[in-house]
């Protein structure tokens, strides 16, 4: 049985604009428009970046953690999203551990 796509967060920990932010920016806006609720989550706050204004304008949901396993255990608990999409190496270790402790859907993409 296949599990409806209800939520989608994409997972990252970036410090600057580049590809891996480029392309989590394109992928929110194309889940917004195929009605996807989404929210991209920053591993942790390395200040103003272009990213949360891009999504911002876009309406699209963002969010920053502590930069702890223990920040993204709780809101995955908190919250359950559907599926939790990593983007990058740090947030991949930490997204794949802390997805499976909670029972929920991990995806990683390796840029």
Request: proline share 2%; aromatic share 4%; charged share 20%.
């Amino acid at each position: 049985m296949s599990q409806e796509l209800q939520s989608v967060w994409l997972l990252l920990d970036s410090r600057a604009m580049g590809g891996i932010e480029s392309h989590v920016a394109q992928l929110a806006e194309a889940l917004v428009g195929a009605d996807i609720a989404v929210e991209v989550l920053f591993l942790q706050d390395h200040g103003s970046h272009p990213l949360k204004q891009r999504l911002s304008t876009a309406g699209i949901k963002w969010s920053v953690l502590s930069g702890t396993l223990t920040s993204l255990l709780r809101r995955l608990k908190k919250d359950r999203p559907t599926i939790l999409h990593t983007h990058g190496y740090k947030s991949g270790i930490l997204g794949r551990v802390a997805a499976r402790l909670q029972g929920i859907a991990v995806a990683s993409t390796y840029h």
